[in-house]
């Protein structure tokens, strides 16, 4: 017996490490503490891509720093300074910066912390899925199946730009504990259902809203088939306590600013069309994948779910109907059906502040994994002969060569990440190390806004902001889903500049230095020549000029 559970270890390393190598390897190979793994897309988008990139790796590690140093500021963050709370104007990065914290105490650099963090998510995301997939079928190789399924399948890979918005490792936790919790009542049980359930709240709006209509069902169910027999009525006072103060912790601000009127509704909100689940498209789950899954539905129970009393099978199918369902909203509508998004809508403030509902069509895919498991584990338990563990170990590899498609195979991998050499340049980072060397502390004001011909152009914000994951000061420079609330009052003083007026207005706001970038093609360059004249005539105390910046003092009295 013990021989053998060293060989489904062994077997999950080498799945968990196999799958790790063919998805990030060659990107990390190339500087883990420089590169990180990104999908480019269309040109266009290019800008945008690799903001969105910067703005998760600054999100990462300065959520770990936060949470290591002062976690009851966890909200204030750097950007977007004066506004407060400035961290739910955005995606809060909550989960990911928790699993950061222990890369980001070894090591204090953002690019490496995000790359751990991106490992750490696979290796749960499959811990998660074997766990509960063995425990329901009591096979060890059904969860291996179901752990490579949801761990490394192109759905789960498809957005590595925002992994946080694919993140439903927690609620495949929540299931695992919360069905031994009501079968035996164990405070461990209760325990890992209440951080698991709150990890999930603090991972993205969509998995945590797709997370929730799954497990709905499945909740249902265990009340029906275990009713509350062997819960003590404090273990369900603690779990409820502690996914009630997590909602106060992360949902707060965001309710703060809603009622503040700075979270605007969405004129236009995107909706999954059930198109993408069909072979070829983005989110079909593949020919083996739906065999197994398929299975489950048709195998007895008494053959696929040898682990647990009770039949779970149809409400996770109904769960992930649900999520199919609210994903599409309207589109379903088109087709007859009620639109399941505006119903919930009805139920959950703040849905129409929601960009891209799309996204919780993510909650589909642990339903279909788990599933896929179970019907394995049935398909497994159909063998007669000896050897079947054996057996089991063969499909193993057999559905890793065919989701992973590892290139010593001469296969191509189904995801392959372009390398993003996200890590800002060194001198920029000597720019603000030589500032604080020579004590000029407190919040940026760094100019000029970027801008276009309509207006305020947020993707040219993003490398001030990855910036700050290195000097940690706060900074004018904003990149939010929401429109920071001083930025027509920062854009006026912005054009004014340096003027004394401008200047005195920035001091009240609190700024304390001016950091201006000069254009490489001139773009900027009256007020780089007003700048200059307002240094000469003394009326602005020059501090330091490095690498295309200079860094003007805002100390009371400085030009008086």
């Known amino acids: 017996m013990r021989v053998r559970r060293l060989l489904w270890l062994t077997s999950f390393v080498l799945v968990v490490g196999g799958g790790l190598s063919v998805t990030y390897g060659d990107v990390w190979r190339e500087g883990i503490v420089q590169f990180v793994p990104s999908q480019w897309g269309e040109e266009k988008m290019g800008p945008i891509v690799r903001a969105d990139q910067r703005f998760v790796v600054w999100g990462v590690s300065r959520n770990a720093r936060a949470l290591l140093h002062h976690p ?25 910066g928790l699993l950061g914290t222990l890369p980001w105490a070894l090591t204090g650099e953002p690019i490496f912390t995000y790359n751990a963090v991106l490992a750490l998510m696979s290796v749960l995301a499959a811990l998660a899925m074997f766990a509960l997939v063995r425990d329901w079928t009591g096979q060890s190789s059904a969860g291996l199946v179901a752990a490579i399924l949801y761990a ?10 925002h992994p946080y918005s694919s993140d439903t490792t927690w609620v495949v936790f929540a ?20 951080a698991s359930a709150s990890l999930q709240m603090a991972t993205s709006f969509y998995p945590f809203l797709a997370s929730c209509v799954l497990a709905l069902p499945v909740g249902l169910w265990l009340l029906w088939r275990f009713r509350l027999r062997e819960i003590r009525l404090v273990q369900l006072a603690f779990v409820l306590a502690a996914i009630a103060l997590t909602a106060l912790l992360v949902f707060g601000p965001y309710v703060e600013l809603r009622a503040a009127g700075e979270l605007e509704e969405r004129g236009r909100q995107t909706f999954q069309g059930l198109i993408a689940y069909l072979p070829g498209r983005k989110l079909f789950f593949g020919w083996l994948g739906s065999a197994l899954l398929l299975l489950a539905l048709l195998v007895p129970r008494r053959l696929s779910l040898a682990g647990i009393a009770g039949d779970p099978r149809w409400a996770l199918l109904l769960g992930g109907l649900l999520v199919v369902g609210v994903a599409a909203g309207p589109r379903l509508a088109r087709l007859g059906f009620p639109n399941l998004y505006d119903a919930l809508a ?13 996204k919780i069509a993510i909650g589909a895919h642990p339903a279909q994994c788990i599933l896929a498991g179970i019907g394995f584990a049935g398909l497994l338990r159909l063998w007669r002969w000896r050897g079947g563990w054996l057996v089991g170990l063969v499909c193993v590899a057999l559905v890793f060569v065919e989701v992973v498609r590892p290139p010593f195979l001469g296969l191509t991998p189904a995801v392959v990440y372009e390398s993003f050499d996200a890590r800002p340049r060194q001198l920029d980072i000597q720019f603000y190390e030589q500032l604080e060397a020579r004590g000029n502390r407190g919040p940026l004001f760094e100019i000029p806004i970027p801008k276009t011909p309509k207006g305020y152009f947020w993707p040219g914000t993003s490398p001030d902001i990855l910036l700050s994951a290195y000097h940690h000061r706060r900074t004018s420079a904003c990149y939010a889903s929401y429109r920071q609330p001083h930025r027509s009052q920062l854009e006026s003083i912005s054009e004014r500049l340096p003027s ?27 007020q780089e020549d007003a700048f200059r004249s307002a240094q000469q005539r003394g009326e602005l105390r020059h501090i330091l000029s490095l690498a295309r910046r200079s860094a003007f003092a805002l100390e009371p009295g400085d030009h008086e």
Request: glycine share 8%.
């Open 72 to 96: 009851q500021r966890l909200f204030d963050a750097e950007q977007c300074y004066p506004a407060e709370n400035s961290l739910a104007l955005g995606e809060p990065l909550l989960s990911m």
């Open 152 to 161: 490394f399948h192109p759905i789960a890979l498809r957005d590595v730009i």
């Open 175 to 194: 299931l695992f504990f919360g069905r031994r919790w009501f079968a035996k009542g164990q405070w461990r049980d209760a325990l890992g259902l209440g």
């Open 346 to 358: 009805l139920l959950v403030p703040g849905l129409d502040n929601v960009r891209i509902p799309l």
């Open 500 to 526: 004394r007026e401008a200047m005195e207005e920035l001091r009240q706001f609190g700024f304390t230095t001016i950091t201006l970038k000069y254009s490489m093609r001139g773009k900027n360059q009256r």
